[in-house]
């Protein structure tokens, strides 16, 4: 059973940052991929940004957040991190991290992201 476990989030203000986690119960290296979702109250779960890791760590990210957010990995810790950065009311929602694994995509269970004066 593979899990993963998010941290980081909680409440910032308008511009802040904050750093989210993600880490894996198996080896992020035996994961073709994995990345970052997210899901605003009444929206739809969408693509943050993702990157490969059994070729190379080609990263990609959805529009919205290209300069403002950065998808690393840690493969000694088996880790994901995304790096958030001025931040605003629109990025407020649930982050999950997901991971593909021999064909089989798993989530995390998500962590809340606020962002509030």
């Known amino acids: 059973q593979v899990q993963l476990v998010e941290s980081g989030g909680g409440l910032v203000q308008p511009g802040g940052s904050l750093r989210l986690s993600c880490a894996a119960s198996?080896?992020?290296?035996?994961?073709?991929?994995m990345g970052w979702y997210r899901q605003a109250p009444g929206k739809e779960r969408e693509l943050v940004a993702t990157i490969t890791i059994t070729s190379g760590s080609n990263t990609n990210y959805a529009d919205a957040v290209k300069g403002r957010f950065t998808i690393s990995r840690d493969n000694a810790n088996n880790t994901i991190a995304l790096q958030m950065n001025r931040l605003t009311s629109e990025n407020a929602a649930v982050y999950y991290c997901?991971?593909?694994?021999?064909?089989?995509?798993?989530w995390g269970k998500g962590t809340l992201v606020t962002v509030s004066a």
């Open positions: 997901e991971g593909i694994r021999y064909k089989i995509n798993y």
């Open positions: 198996r080896s992020i290296s035996s994961f073709y991929a």
